[in-house]
């Protein structure tokens, strides 16, 4: 098992003739992950890869019925009206990449996403990989061999930390079940509760890493629902000590990494997980002696 | 630590966020921008108040009332220079001063709890807001009046003004949306006997909405200069570098496979300051940033900078063609750069440290 992509993922590329479309086209297929067809209005017709591009979602929906994850990688411009045809289309999974969507169109993706019962995951999302399995998005992508196979699930809001991070374990021994880029905006469309739920499931994964910042409140709602039941080992590594000390609604390095003081910040972080019993970790080196002890 | 040049770059001054007001309605009091202690506004009494981005300013010492016109000029310029937290005061806003029946604070934000906007309401506004009231809003429909009546009566607000706050929220609410805000507050909200006034502005805009694609510096107080990669990996360096005992004296950050250009260019703002002990250029592994292009542009930018940087250069990097790139680096040590290259088989903790002792030489 593993968590939202597996070898019966079937992707459709939303963006897929752009420079980050093509990317991501080739890196899924080189890993071995199906990508059926991409859309891009206007450009019906042609392919990519050798996969064909549709003029829209519904109409590569009617030529490939078992598309069931829609990977977005248009421009930020775009991203509301794409987002919006894979979830009208009822596409179960969509995983934003798209950097710097406003706040506000965030907020109507997830509303929509919520009436038809879709799962999104991102935006600013790395990409999600299930070593030896599938994987979309950028998420290790010259580097897939950091990635192995394994029962340690990752979620993070840092792209370059999940590589990071799944580096420290793999030398480690510790192989991985899922990687999630979650993103790090203000609005997030799964956070680390949600994606919680679906490893407590997920029997091949025993333990799980957390990597948060400062910023918003995803790291004390993980701690609350944590403490409500989840009964697998949790190691986290949270950035951004230094900045209890920076004026406040300063914006570091993402989105929704703003300073704040009370609820939001390093200290009130590490103090819900740790009430939650999460396992602080300091550096990524930690986090594998850490499991050491657990596993 | 004192910082210098923080500021959210789309927070809007008092003024600014008042001129919106007005534009979509929403009264505000009589006033005059002044930025020079001449052709003064002869109102009496009235109320100085500078126009800088923190949110404590009345704390500082930045709102003064007057209650004599003749007081204004005196006042005002103990204003005008005047540092609040590590901004200068450049313009003074004089307000005539409102006779308030009642203060009231209203506030709409996006919480990450319900990943939409939230409706912030109190009926004692002012400074130190006691418990807000918060209630979601649905952004597909937005502030209907049955919305609004719920939250103010939750939040006890007086019956008789229901219709009067609505009307303020619903303007509030197209000013949120249309101007693409992550907040938009006004506190106080004054009751006055002719309707209501908003008393102060805050407005933060989204950087998304026209996202400049710049890289904001973060001046510190310390003698490291900080090249971070990477949004996350970035504030974990400045952790790790900290902790390791060095002193930042920036933070900055640069991710998604920028061109050398912009690399370049950062690196001579980040060096081009005195009094720098080393340099330190690290990130995360890298998924998909070129490191080759980016390092070149590492490079290009020291090659401009003069004095020529002699200190220690600590590069952590990995990630695609980073063999490349270091073997460029290792060529240029001969132009009389002291690097220090590691790549992943050192963590980023160990190379902050590596950082240090060759900063600070005992």
Request: aromatic share 6%; hydrophobic share 40%; charged share 20%.
């Amino acid at each position: 098992m593993s968590i939202l992509i597996n070898e019966h993922t079937r992707v459709l590329i939303q963006g897929i003739t752009g420079a980050e479309g093509t990317r991501a086209c080739k890196e899924a297929l080189r890993y071995g992950t199906l990508v059926v067809a991409g859309v891009t209005p206007g450009k019906g017709g042609q392919t990519v890869e050798g996969v064909p591009v549709y003029n829209s979602v519904k109409e590569a929906q009617t030529q490939h019925k078992d598309i069931n994850t829609s990977l977005i990688v248009v421009p930020a411009k775009f991203a509301l009206d794409a987002a919006l045809e894979a979830i009208e289309a009822s596409i179960p999974l969509v995983v934003i990449l798209t950097e710097h969507i406003t706040t506000q169109n965030s907020a109507r993706i997830m509303a929509h996403a919520k009436a038809k019962n879709v799962r999104v995951v991102g935006p600013s999302s790395v990409g999600i990989i299930s070593p030896g399995k599938g994987k979309i998005g950028s998420i290790g992508m010259t580097t897939s061999e950091i990635f192995t196979p394994g029962n340690i699930g990752i979620l993070s809001k840092s792209g370059g930390m999940t590589s990071e991070i799944a580096l420290a374990l793999t030398r480690c021994g510790f192989g991985q079940s899922t990687a999630v880029g979650i993103g790090a905006d203000i609005i997030l469309g799964s956070d680390f509760a949600d994606l919680l739920k679906l490893f407590a499931q997920d029997e091949e994964t025993k333990a799980v890493v957390l990597f948060g910042e400062v910023g918003g409140t995803y790291e004390e709602s993980a701690a609350e629902y944590i403490q409500g039941g989840f009964t697998k080992p949790v190691v986290a590594l949270v950035a951004g000590a230094f900045a209890d000390a920076l004026p406040q609604e300063t914006t570091l390095g993402h989105a929704g990494a703003i300073v704040s003081q009370g609820k939001g910040s390093y200290a009130s972080k590490i103090q819900a997980l740790r009430e939650a019993g999460v396992h602080i970790a300091q550096t990524t080196e930690d986090i594998p002696k850490i499991l050491h002890t657990l596993l | 630590m004192r910082y210098s040049g923080v500021r959210t770059p789309m927070k809007l001054t008092e003024h600014e966020g008042k001129k919106l007001f007005q534009h979509y309605g929403i009264e505000t009091p009589k006033s005059a921008l002044v930025s020079l202690p001449q052709n003064l506004p002869q109102w009496g009494p009235c109320v100085l108040k500078a126009q800088v981005h923190s949110g404590d300013r009345f704390k500082h010492g930045g709102i003064l009332i007057v209650e004599k016109v003749e007081q204004i000029q005196e006042k005002l310029q103990t204003l005008l220079g005047k540092n609040i937290q590590g901004e200068v005061v450049e313009s003074v806003l004089v307000e005539e001063k409102v006779e308030a029946l009642a203060q009231w604070y209203i506030s709409l934000s996006y919480s990450s709890e319900i990943r939409g906007p939230v409706l912030s309401l109190s009926t004692s506004g002012g400074t130190g807001i006691a418990q807000a009231h918060t209630t979601s809003i649905p952004i597909l429909v937005g502030i209907t009046k049955e919305i609004a009546q719920r939250a103010l009566d939750e939040a006890q607000f007086p019956q008789e003004d229901s219709a009067a706050v609505t009307e303020v929220l619903q303007k509030l609410w197209t000013l949120f949306i249309d101007e693409c805000a992550l907040v938009a507050e006004i506190n106080p909200l004054f009751k006055t006997t002719h309707g209501l006034v908003a008393g102060d502005a805050k407005i933060i805009i989204d950087d998304d909405k026209n996202p400049s694609g710049e890289r904001r510096i973060i001046a510190m107080d310390g003698d490291i200069a900080v090249l971070a990669s990477g949004g996350g990996a970035s504030m974990l360096i400045m952790d790790a570098l900290i902790r390791a005992g060095g002193k930042p004296a920036n933070y900055t950050e640069y991710s998604g496979n920028p061109p050398a250009q912009v690399v370049k260019e950062l690196t001579i703002k980040v060096l081009s300051r005195p009094g720098l002990k080393g340099c330190f250029v690290a990130g995360a592994f890298a998924n998909f940033t070129d490191i080759y292009v980016t390092l070149s542009g590492l490079l290009e930018g020291l090659r401009e900078i003069t004095p020529k940087p002699t200190y220690p250069i600590v590069v952590r990097r990995d990630g695609p063609r980073k063999d490349e790139a270091f073997a460029m680096l290792e060529q240029a040590k001969t132009e009389g750069f002291d690097f220090h290259l590691f790549g992943s088989d050192i963590s980023m903790n160990d190379s902050a440290k590596e950082m240090v002792a060759r900063a600070y030489p005992v």
